[in-house]
């Protein structure tokens, strides 16, 4: 199974919280979407990852 | 004291400065001490770790102590907006949300429909919305409609320098909502273009990058400091009204008669 993390093909992960703990980013000030649709920090644990599903994970940046 | 009033938050800079395309991280942090400004402009993006990842730059703009202004630069639709505004929220733990809905790449033009309807939905939410906007009135109505409690009308495209492309728009705007916080966000290369708008009585200028791209961005942004204070000041002390003919500074009364 293939997700979608910021535009790149990675493995599965069980759900968002286990995704960011691969990415050494569980403590990091970042903010997470699945599929287009904003998911809080509390729900990361239970929000399951299907086959195809494309993952946002933003950080803050430079930005006017 | 002539403090500004956004959202119930008072601050004494009525400069607002972004943080994208300085040469360094250090000089974007010296460019905000030089420029006075309590309030600063982030994005989000991609996270994509190490030195040049979001984590360092975020512990930066902390250190910097200002009130953080994220915006949702980049976004075409309503729901992207939102959506980012979502993230944003929760990252930067402000209801502030500078909300941009592009329309068009050449000119970074606002969508507006897009914005007032992103804005309709963001305010209902709780949040509080700055709108990057046109200077046009009758969006300006709409937005306010909508919710939003402080008005950003562009002076120019983002990025341009070209200063204020239609005074007599700006002017307009001002005169039509006097009570309304109106910042003039976009476009602005020079101090004396901010410090134009705010003789304007606009209440505070955002800019990004005439300073981060000014070949001493330290330097520029002190110059826009000053440059903003003294256009405020400058409204505050009423200017004297424009007229076609002269009129004779020197007193008429006691001319000597040579003849």
Not at chain 2, 93 to 108: A, H, M, R, S, Y
Not at chain 2, 224 to 245: I, K, N, Q, T, Y
Request: overall charge negative.
């Amino acid at each position: 199974m293939t997700i979608f993390v910021n535009g790149e093909a990675q493995a599965h992960a069980a759900n968002l919280a286990a995704l960011l703990e691969r990415m050494a980013l569980s403590g990091a000030a970042v903010a997470t979407a699945v599929n287009g649709c904003f998911v809080p920090r509390s729900q990361r644990e239970r929000t399951r990852l299907d086959d195809g599903d494309h993952v946002e994970v933003l950080a803050p940046m430079q930005g006017g | 004291m002539d403090d500004l009033d956004l959202y119930g938050r008072r601050l004494s800079s009525r400069l607002l400065l972004g943080t994208a395309q300085y040469p360094s991280p250090a000089c974007l942090e010296h460019a905000v001490r030089a420029a006075r400004s309590e309030i600063v402009t982030v994005s989000l993006r991609r996270e994509s770790g190490g030195p040049s990842g979001g984590q360092p730059f975020w512990k930066l703009v902390q250190g910097l102590g200002c009130r953080i202004l994220p915006n949702t630069a980049g976004c075409h639709t309503v729901k992207d907006a939102v959506t980012t505004a979502h993230m944003a929220r929760e990252l930067f733990d402000t209801p502030w949300i500078k909300l941009e809905v592009i329309g068009d790449d050449d000119t970074l033009r606002p969508d507006v429909f897009g914005l007032v309807e992103a804005a309709r939905i963001l305010c209902v939410e709780g949040f509080e919305v700055f709108p990057y906007t046109t200077d046009d009135l009758g969006v300006a109505g709409r937005l306010l409609d909508a919710g939003c409690r402080v008005l950003m009308p562009w002076a120019a495209p983002i990025g341009s320098g070209r200063g204020l492309t239609d005074p007599y728009a700006l002017r307009t705007l001002r005169a039509h909502f006097p009570d309304v916080p109106l910042i003039v966000d976009a476009g602005i290369g020079l101090p004396s273009q901010a410090a134009a708008a705010m003789e304007m009585g606009y209440d505070a200028v955002l800019l990004n990058t005439a300073v981060a791209r000014a070949g001493d961005p330290v330097r520029m942004a002190a110059a826009f400091a000053a440059a903003v204070g003294a256009g405020r000041s400058a409204w505050l002390a009423g200017p004297m009204g424009e007229r076609d003919m002269a009129s004779p500074s020197t007193p008429v009364m006691g001319l000597a008669q040579w003849t």
